[in-house]
């Protein structure tokens, strides 16, 4: 029997995949650069399971949103208990957060995270049923500086990857006191129009009319084009937190265009959404976004703290840097490959390749190929610096022939100062 991978998932390989984005010195470097930006705006890695209970999700996410009411794989355990995979990571962080009383640590916290999570939907380009995000969480703050601040971050860390043609779209959804206002005009504008949404529109109508917003139906998306505006609905403090975002936007020479139609497709927003978008994507050109959810915390039983973040996909972000011509990073192979011929030197390169790696030198050893010629091509596909061919007349002196694999220059020692030699030239 042949066993193939899940539909909807995907390999990350060493080397030669089936794409070019499912190459592992991609994510490396996508990996370590989201990291090191991390570092630098002061968030701490957090890992959370890849499973909670559903209520989390129902609670968190929202049970109008089409990742609770479609999307999710959920499950009973043993016990009875109703479990889904995370199809997002906030409300774990959420969980996890409260779960430990993390607010009695400090007045303000910043997380990260970078992990699979899991929705069941029609796999299509960048969009899988496992697939990866980097999010970001920060809670405490309420000043728009912090909303500002997560959306440099992103942008940052798509700037530094080398991504180009990118657009930050921004909005608001208010405040409870505007997004009361909003659905009210939202409801007076689509009653008239009841017989021409979408069924799943009129039933967002009735439960949260701004999911309509959020419609991907085309009857939906030509409705909502005349819609009212949230805009023009909010609250004074709504407005003023939204226009010191922009200000300071645009002080940190952060591009954005206003876009009155961005909801998110989750419940717990509040005041600040926003999108990134990139060219080099299709239809479905969105690579990250979030906003600001500050109720969450309370409606999940935590205390009432403000938040705000952000999450973007892993998979789409590689996809736009390969559609974009940007080179991965290369792979650095043994720092020494060792060749040997013969049962007696093979050894001794073992003995000399455990040493190199106790101290911290990359080595390996060729066990497999027969002829020396062989051993030479694997030692250039490993991308190995240079190589060492022992046989009886290199034991016999004593001494050992290094070559550059790249130069083809040659360096000759003997085996007792292999160690110190490949130390000094160590890169």
């Known amino acids: 029997m042949k066993f193939q991978l899940p539909k909807g998932t995907f390999d990350i390989l060493p080397y030669a995949p089936e794409e070019p984005w499912q190459l592992t010195a991609l994510w490396h470097k996508l990996e370590s650069i989201i990291a090191e930006t991390a570092r630098e705006y002061g968030y701490a890695e957090i890992r959370t399971p890849i499973y909670e209970r559903t209520e989390l999700f129902d609670r968190g996410v929202g049970e109008t949103t089409d990742i609770v009411s479609k999307e999710m794989f959920t499950f009973e355990d043993k016990g009875g208990r109703s479990l889904s995979l995370r199809p997002e990571g906030t409300a774990s962080v959420i969980r996890s957060f409260i779960e430990h009383s993390l607010s009695q640590a400090r007045s303000s916290h910043k997380f990260y995270y970078i992990g699979p999570m899991f929705r069941y939907e029609r796999p299509q380009s960048g969009r899988y049923r496992q ?67 979408s069924a799943e529109s009129k039933i967002r109508l009735e439960k949260n009319p701004l999911r309509i917003l959020d419609s991907k139906d085309p009857k939906d998306i030509e409705l909502v084009r005349n819609a009212p505006s949230i805009l023009t609905h909010l609250s004074p403090s709504a407005q003023t937190h939204f226009q010191e975002v922009c200000r300071l936007l645009d002080s940190i020479q952060i591009p954005y ?102 101290s911290h030198l990359s080595a390996d050893v060729e066990l497999c190929a027969k002829k020396v010629q062989t051993g030479l091509q694997n030692a250039t596909k490993l991308s190995a610096v240079y190589c060492a061919i022992i046989g009886s007349d290199e034991l016999n002196a004593n001494k050992i022939t290094l070559k550059h694999l790249e130069t083809r220059q040659t360096t000759d020692l003997s085996l007792d100062r292999l160690i110190s030699y490949l130390q000094g030239i160590q890169p």
């Not at 009155?260 to 990134?276: A, N, S």
């Not at 935590?302 to 290369?330: C, F, H, N, S, W």
């Open 131 to 197: 697939f990866h995000q980097l999010g970001i969480e920060a809670i405490g703050a309420s000043d728009p500086a912090q909303d500002a601040e997560v959306i440099d971050m992103l942008y940052q860390i798509y700037a530094r990857l080398g991504l180009k043609r990118l657009r930050v779209q921004l909005n608001t959804v208010g405040d409870l006191e505007s997004r009361a206002m909003y659905k009210a005009a939202l409801v007076d504008y689509f009653r008239p129009h009841l017989d021409e949404l």
């Open 257 to 358: 265009e206003i876009n009155d139609k961005i909801v998110r497709g989750l419940d717990y927003y509040t005041k600040t959404v926003f999108e990134i978008t990139t060219e080099d994507l299709g239809a479905q050109n969105t690579i990250g976004g979030g906003g600001r959810y500050d109720g969450l915390l309370s409606s999940l039983g935590g205390p009432d703290l403000p938040g705000v973040g952000y999450a973007t996909g892993l998979e789409r972000i590689l996809q736009v840097m390969i559609a974009q011509g940007i080179e991965p990073l290369k792979e650095q192979g043994p720092l020494v490959y060792f060749i040997p011929l013969g049962e007696e030197a093979k050894t001794k390169c073992f003995t000399l390749a455990s040493l190199c790696r106790r």
